[in-house]
């Protein structure tokens, strides 16, 4: 059999350096499009700090688990090489030619043969580093149970006795005679996502950080409330093992340049974090532990992370003092804490007991990522991160370098994957296009890979596999009961617990079970099917089994996680949950999927600066763009911009894109373009527009859908704008600057009011770019009035990562920033051709009143709800609440789209800076590539089907389509083209005869869930 297959040169190879999140994302949007990729870390497992937490904010959103399938996904990827304990010693060369030498640490145990069982932690518990984070010491390393590689690491300098520890290995997996692998990979290009470090607060004595047990930094607390952590979950003080009652957190250690070597930006990601782990701890112990929060400015800034915080407020009752803590001691003879800090509006000093303090401690690069961009030639800032393109931040100053996630700047989980993606698609831009070769198979060997047992004819066996998950559902339910009940069930041929279902030990189990027991269904009992669904059918077809014969029974999310406080229902209600799944997979049959080849064209829809982006990007990989933008002219809100915070020339950057865009051969440009229509499936889109002046209609056939539609300048009816001349939005004063210098040399006081239109009920976020905004604006006008007095109304100040830096250049140059609160805002009145303004100022106490020249309002953006809600009704996609649109996942998919096939970047998913915007429209093109570069596109087999024999040709079904589908047939009944139906099962629950089934959610499989919920309730 001769199969075609796209293959790359030898030396088409791309380095990755870094096996975090970041690194990961990279490498699989890379290996999905077909690259390869050397994927290496200096650490024994691959999955970086972000493998030590449980969970992000939202709550209830496991990292552990969602990272888990990424981390098994990249290891049986074919295009990825993965090369943990590896160190890159030396890059040499030039873009498209580089050699790196690679130095791989001996392991000193053989991965195939080491089976993670945990013997030798048991034996030499004082040389086993199990938790990191807490506990330093470390011969031996597994971080938790999805690692990967799923073995141990042994530095045999700690080990007293190596044969002693050999011996103790029953699987005989330690080698002392391991050697150190020295290596060089050829690359076209390097990705650098080696991550950050934390800060280290041992050296500030006032925090007590080194000599006070219940002092933590965040990461610690993490580890201490993880499932998988020292403690197994459970909230305890390190000095005595008591659950404590008040904890509070401490902002910005590290960041801000507030203590001795911290770094002068923000860390991003801490306000967040802190958040997290404060709710966290308020829904296990409710109204028994008390929550603090002590900050500078809760910058709160991502998409709907305001909402976040409002829950924090309102919801949790976590308390938020406003104040940086002086010093943390513990009186002698005491087991309190005494935290001591002062108000913003009062000098007197406060003193409060705590049982635990936690330090939000930042980001900082390591010496070794320092020393490896030194020996890459990078220029790095005085913070010591890479300096980056200041339109691109994934470019560095050396060509062929890109850089991602916080190595690149500070930052949380969605940034870093939109970084991740954005790199990817820069580094596989250096690459020649994929040769088409034809490869020779042996028919038989390949015959056997895909075969799958027929189990038509068998009476169902069913495999029950429950996991505890650590803290997630053992720490609340008894598995054991759960497969007790399990074993009594109809068709149940195996019970067993497997602890964590998805660690690899688990799932070989499982594996081996399936074949041994020769099982012909498996229900699962565990975590999400969201996270966790493909990764278990995957396991089903190594086994020899069809994939859809699966249920998995969402006992973490549905029993143990919305039932925190009563363990016996949670337990009962996982046993429903287990039955009705077991009920649901007895009538489960095998089925087959369906594939549609992949038209390679691509819509665009919005033509600012991200949309422009996305088309060049795509088009200059071959692929034919059709870009379509509503308004007369490309270029968006960027033509009202003149220069980014740091200086950047937006006029210039955005006149060079649209010369571009218009003149490229594979771009074809639509103006006053309206979506009018859309149908078909991913891969094999028809869209219909009306465009020009004389709005004629035209039909796109495209496989890929981007959404860059923008949004909107903010414009409320607020501090008389529109009714007094002086009074203007800042991209209104960014314009005057520039065009009346002479006037602005004239102006004695300048007032600026930040939130203007945001963080209000109407629209409850953070508009992100407003506080940059204002300090752009304020250090302008200094450079043309230097003797100007210029007032800052803020309620907190968001300059999150180097915009810090600006904050700081504004109050060094005279900017006097002011608090107000929303119950004492800012009065603006009318005062001839100024404008008087009286705020509030809490350290004086009293009323101050400021005559203005020119009063200007940070108003923000909002989404451009009329576009957003026609698009999302014609494409069948899903919006926030305040009209932007929804992503699949916030954190690990933050620019697909539910529909596959779609993508979405720019404001039009919330609002951000023109870099950031521009990020994301990289990050869309490495997503869209992974799809363009199939031939095929799989559309599963959760397709609709029609029983000929019952159907009366009624056309319910033809009429309840919402994508016409249905068509009455030659032979006189209804019929759904297999290779169009998108699975949503209208037809079928419309359809009166019944004779209309969706495949995977058959009558008689949903009936049996049912059934088995009744026969336990009657029970």
């Not at 919801?315 to 803590?325: D, K, L, M, T």
């Not at 033809?958 to 589908?965: G, L, S, T, Y």
């Not at 049912?1010 to 029970?1019: G, K």
Request: glycine share 6%.
């Amino acid at each position: 059999m001769q199969n075609s297959n796209k293959t790359q040169t030898p030396n088409n190879k791309i380095l990755v350096v870094g096996g975090g999140l970041g690194g990961i994302r990279t490498a699989l949007d890379l290996a999905e499009a077909e690259k390869d990729v050397v994927l290496v870390d200096n650490d024994f497992t691959i999955g970086g700090l972000m493998t030590q937490l449980d969970r992000t904010f939202p709550t209830n959103n496991c990292d552990l688990c969602t990272i888990s399938p990424h981390l098994s996904e990249s290891n049986r990827q074919e295009h990825i090489e993965l090369m943990s304990m590896t160190s890159v010693e030396n890059i040499s060369g030039e873009k498209g030619n580089f050699t790196a030498s690679l130095r791989t640490a001996p392991r000193y145990i053989n991965l195939d043969k080491c089976t993670g069982c945990g013997e030798c932690y048991s034996a030499f518990p004082e040389c086993v580093r199990f938790t990191p984070g807490l506990d330093h010491r470390a011969p031996t390393c597994m971080r938790y149970p999805q690692a990967t590689p799923q073995a141990f690491s042994i530095d045999l300098k700690k080990c007293e006795d190596v044969q002693a520890l050999v011996k103790v290995c029953p699987a005989g997996a330690i080698n002392p005679d391991d050697m150190p692998i020295n290596r060089e990979v050829k690359c076209a290009s390097v990705v650098l996502s080696p991550g950050a470090s934390l800060f280290d607060p041992s050296h500030l004595d006032y925090l007590g950080y080194a000599n006070l047990p219940d002092v933590v930094t965040s990461l610690e607390f993490e580890r201490i409330l993880s499932a998988s952590g020292p403690t197994g979950g459970k909230l305890v003080r390190p000095s005595n093992g008591e659950q404590p009652k008040k904890v509070a957190w401490i902002q910005c250690i590290g960041s801000r340049g507030l203590q001795k070597g911290a770094g002068s930006y923000c860390s991003n990601a801490c306000c967040m974090f802190a958040l997290k782990e404060a709710i966290v701890t308020k829904e296990r112990f409710q109204e028994d532990i008390e929550t603090t929060i002590f900050y500078m400015d809760m910058r709160t800034f991502g998409k709907d992370y305001e909402l976040y915080l409002n829950r924090a407020k309102n919801e949790y009752g976590v308390r938020f003092i406003r104040s940086r803590p002086h010093s943390v001691l513990q009186p002698e003879g005491e087991t309190d804490l005494l935290l001591n800090y002062t108000l913003e509006d009062t000098t007197e000093p406060l003193q409060e007991k705590f049982d635990m303090v936690v330090l939000s401690t930042g980001f900082k690069t390591s010496e070794a990522t320092r020393e490896l961009a030194s020996k890459l030639g990078l220029e790095l800032n005085d913070n010591f991160f890479p300096v980056t393109d200041g339109f691109n931040p994934v470019v560095t100053s050396k060509k062929g370098v890109y850089v991602a996630g916080t190595f690149e700047s500070p930052k949380d989980i969605p940034e870093t994957m939109v970084q991740a993606s954005a790199a990817a698609f820069m580094a596989a831009s250096e690459l020649g296009p994929a040769t088409e070769t034809v490869v020779a198979e042996d028919e038989d060997e390949a015959a056997e890979e895909l075969l799958e047992r027929d189990v038509s004819l068998e009476e169902p066996k069913v495999g029950v596999f429950i996991c505890d998950c650590g803290e997630n559902i053992g720490g609340l339910v008894d598995v054991n009961t759960l497969v007790e009940h399990a074993a009594k069930l109809p068709y149940v041929a195996v019970a067993k617990a497997e602890g964590h279902g998805c660690s690899r030990i688990s799932m070989e189990n499982i594996r081996q079970t399936i074949e041994e027991e020769q099982l012909n269904r498996v229900v699962i009992g565990g975590c999400s099917p969201r996270t966790h669904q493909a990764k278990f059918e995957d396991l089903l077809q190594k086994a020899k089994l069809n994939k859809y014969l699966l249920e998995i029974a969402n006992i973490r999310d549905q029993a143990t996680w919305v039932h925190p406080n009563n363990p016996e229902k949670a337990t009962e209600k996982a046993k429903d949950l287990i039955q009705m799944s077991v009920g649901a997979v007895v009538k489960a049959q095998p089925l087959a999927e369906q594939s549609l080849p992949m038209n390679k064209n691509v819509l665009v829809v919005g033509g600012g600066v991200t949309g422009m982006t996305a088309a060049l990007n795509l088009a200059d990989q071959g692929f034919q763009i059709y870009l379509a933008e509503k308004s007369d002219k490309l270029g968006g809100m960027a033509n009202n911009l003149l220069k980014t915070l740091e200086g950047n020339d937006v006029q210039a950057f955005v006149g060079d894109m649209v010369d571009r865009v218009k003149n490229h051969e594979k771009i074809q440009v639509f103006t006053r373009a309206i979506i009018v229509d859309h149908s078909g499936m991913p891969g094999m889109f028809t869209t219909g527009m009306q465009s020009g002046k004389q709005m004629f209609y035209r039909q796109i056939e495209h496989g890929i859908t981007i959404l860059a539609t923008g949004a909107l300048s903010n414009r409320p009816k607020q501090y008389l704008l529109d009714e007094s001349s002086v009074v203007r939005t800042q991209l209104e004063t960014q314009r005057f600057i520039a065009d009346n210098p002479d006037q602005v040399k004239q102006w004695e006081n300048v007032v600026m009011i930040q939130c203007v239109g945001s963080r209000t009920q109407e629209n409850p976020n953070c508009s992100r770019i407003c506080c940059q905004n204002a300090v752009k604006n304020a250090l302008a006008i200094l450079d043309v009035n230097p003797e100007a007095r210029v007032f800052v109304l803020y309620r907190d100040m968001r300059t999150y990562g180097f915009q810090e830096n600006y904050y700081r250049l504004a109050r060094e140059k005279g900017v006097i920033f002011v608090r107000y609160t929303t119950d004492r805002p800012p009065v603006v009145e009318a005062e001839g051709d100024k404008v008087n303004v009286t705020y509030y100022d809490s350290i004086l106490s009293m009323n101050v009143s400021v005559t203005a020249d020119n009063l200007s309002l940070s108003t923000g953006l909002i989404a451009d709800t009329d576009s957003t809600e026609e698009l999302s009704m014609i494409f069948k996609l899903p919006r926030t609440a305040d009209g932007y649109f929804l992503e699949d996942h916030v954190k690990l998919r933050p620019v697909d789209m539910p529909v596959p096939g779609f993508f979405v970047a720019g404001t039009a998913h919330s609002p951000k800076l023109i870099r950031e915007s521009i990020t994301q429209a990289n990050a869309v093109s490495a997503r869209a590539h992974t799809m363009l570069a199939r031939d095929e596109i799989n559309l599963g087999a959760g397709i609709a089907k029609v029983d000929g024999t019952r159907c009366a040709a009624c056309l319910v079904c033809v009429r309840a389509c919402p994508f016409d589908i249905p068509f009455i047939n030659a032979e006189g009944y209804s019929e759904i083209d297999p290779a169009k139906c998108h699975g949503c099962g209208v037809c079928a629950s419309e359809c009166p005869a019944k004779a209309i089934q969706l495949m995977q959610f058959e009558d008689d499989r949903i009936l049996a869930k049912v059934e088995q919920l009744f026969e336990r309730v009657i029970a």
